[in-house]
């Protein structure tokens, strides 16, 4: 098909705050609140038709940028400031395809963003929540889900002079080919301070859903799990040790190892690897290890060689993929993988796709992937968006943490969760407590999402239940 060109009319922003059931802590920081922005755009197609999209993403702090220097409600502002320079830049930009208005505006905008000195990670949020709001809005004027929008080229994608690595790229094939998941494994993300047994808690917090690892384990039935360590190796391999107690009762289960930067350099991780392949009660988990996810701080992780980590388990960018040619810096030091995050952006995730294709076709066996990773998606469309992506890529497992460290669609109207269970009954259950994510057997069924008009989601939450986004207090005064 050609590509519908469109331009963006108007943006509407909000958030609403969201608590914690349980602390969660990765990296540098222990998470018990947090707040989601949701964008709504307006596009008008070139027959003079008008149409509404939605995006949402949690306003993750100390993820996007760690420096010490800015306090949590600062990241936030760099957020906004990012999605605020997004819109402006693109509401001038005036008619282009979905993928055009991604690629052109690209360069400019990091270096709108790196004048405000916003990192490049930073200005992927602004540019992926955007993206994806105007990339739902054109699906559903064409009465599409985001499946028969992706195989149709419904975005344009096409090689630009922004990713030149892929210069000859046949993007049509490759949108062509791309065969949803339909049920995926979800990944249980274990948390620095998450409690592994009973034994851990002094207190509970007792609202129906499961607490301990050993809970988990009984409830969701996971065979997919995400263990975070911290940077201490001695502490690290003792967590470990008493995860794989709990783990090693399982008939069969799969790990990531996510070293979130704790690491100064990759000297530092296989200290850590080497101990723990010293340490006999490790010795299944470290079998049952697929990859590892960025264990060094991203000052130096695209600055040393990885190979000889590299040649124990593949290693995958997370924190580091800000430029767009982040994954094409890393394979030449040894990575092996990237993250996709739906805060990074739909098309990033899709170019990485590209390159994961090509670099493996020239190969005699297929060493480079794409793993799926969260942000704390939260229940309705901010996990149905992350959802579809990952499925329509044909990946198989995916992180996820929102549905432990959330309750369900807590703050948000009951209602509202009813109308996207309803909707989605495949992927939602009603419970005491209202609608959750519906884990089964340790996996998600994505039927209705992949089906849904729209990107992910055809039901939209309550905006009239939000606040309206405050405009960005950065650079800081």
């Given amino acids: 098909m050609t ?7 108007e943006t509407q922003r909000f958030e609403w705050p969201f608590q914690l059931r349980m602390p969660f802590r990765f990296g540098v920081i222990t998470v018990t609140h947090g707040r989601q922005a949701v964008i709504r755009v307006r596009i008008a197609l070139e027959d003079g038709s008008e149409h509404w999209g939605i995006a949402a993403e949690t306003l993750a ?3 996007f940028d760690k420096d ?3 306090s949590d409600a600062q990241n936030e502002d760099q957020l906004r400031r990012a999605l605020e320079i ?3 830049a693109t509401m001038a930009a005036g008619v282009n395809t979905a993928f055009g208005h991604f690629a052109d505006a690209y360069a400019p905008h990091v270096a709108a963003c790196g004048a405000e000195s916003l990192n490049p990670l930073v200005a992927a949020y602004g540019r992926a929540l955007l993206d994806r709001a105007m990339l739902d809005a054109l699906l559903k004027a064409k009465g599409q889900s985001f499946a028969e929008g992706l195989r149709a080229n419904i975005g344009g994608m096409a090689p630009h002079g922004v990713i030149p690595d892929l210069a000859g790229t046949d993007f049509d094939a490759m949108l062509r080919s791309l065969t949803p998941s339909r049920r995926m494994h979800a990944r249980h993300t274990v948390g620095l301070v998450d409690p592994i047994t009973a034994a851990d808690q002094t207190e509970r917090v ?3 859903l499961p ?7 009984a409830t969701y039935r996971h065979t997919w799990w995400k263990l975070k360590v911290g940077g201490n190796v001695a502490a690290d391999v003792d967590r470990l040790c008493r995860i794989a107690s709990v783990l090693d009762r399982l008939h069969g289960y799969h790990v990531s190892l996510d070293g979130n930067e704790q690491y100064e350099d990759a000297e530092g991780v296989l200290a850590l690897w080497r101990a723990m392949l010293a340490e006999p009660r490790l010795a299944r988990l470290n079998a049952s290890i697929a990859f590892i996810e960025q264990p060094v701080k991203r000052a130096k992780a695209l600055e040393g060689a990885m190979g000889a980590l590299a040649a124990e388990r593949p290693v995958i960018v997370d924190e580091s993929d800000g ?3 982040a994954f094409v810096q890393a394979k030449a030091l040894g990575y092996a993988g990237i993250s996709s995050k739906a805060c990074k952006g739909v098309w990033r995730s899709l170019v990485n796709l590209a390159r994961c294709r090509a670099w493996n076709d020239v190969r005699p066996e297929a060493r480079y992937f794409m793993s799926a990773e969260d942000l704390t ?3 309705g469309v901010c996990v149905q968006q992350d959802l579809a992506l990952v499925s329509a890529m044909g990946l198989v497992h995916v992180e996820r943490n929102g549905h432990h460290f959330v309750d369900g669609f807590s703050g948000r109207p009951k209602a509202e969760a009813v109308r996207f269970m309803e909707s989605h009954p495949d992927l939602y259950a009603d419970t005491p407590h209202g609608p959750r994510l519906a884990i089964r057997e340790g996996m998600l069924d994505l039927g209705s999402v992949i089906d849904a008009v729209g990107l992910g989601a055809t039901v939209e939450p309550d905006v009239a239940a939000m606040e309206t986004m405050p405009a960005a207090v950065w650079p800081p005064r």
């Fill in 211 to 217: 607490e301990t690892v050993e809970e988990v384990v």
């Fill in 3 to 9: 590509a519908p060109r469109f331009r963006l009319l």
């Fill in 377 to 379: 998606t939260l229940a």
């Fill in 206 to 208: 007792n609202d129906g």
């Fill in 61 to 63: 702090a100390k993820w």
């Fill in 68 to 70: 010490p220097r800015w």
């Fill in 86 to 88: 997004a819109c402006d």
């Fill in 323 to 325: 430029p767009l040619d």
